[in-house]
């Protein structure tokens, strides 16, 4: 999936992204295999979650489902 970085400095095609960051400074990253590209920079967790469903939604509508992991209190044994 092709992504423009919040400050449209880059134009890239995303296959992994990760959120990572401290709680008033969040960054979404796209994952490559030598370098990590960030994507944005949000001003909270919440808001950096949201983007990245965003991310998710356009994925599935693209392509096909994402599997979202389950809690661990969700998983019966």
Known sequence: M???SQDKRLLIN???VYVGGME???EIYQIGEQFNYQLGRYSSLEKALKVLDEIQ???EYLWH???QM?????VGL
């Open 14 to 16: 995303v296959s992994n």
């Open 70 to 74: 389950p809690a661990d209190d969700e």
């Open 65 to 67: 489902k994402a599997f």
């Open 57 to 59: 939604k356009i994925t």
């Open 2 to 4: 092709w992504i423009r």
């Open 24 to 26: 008033d400074n969040v």
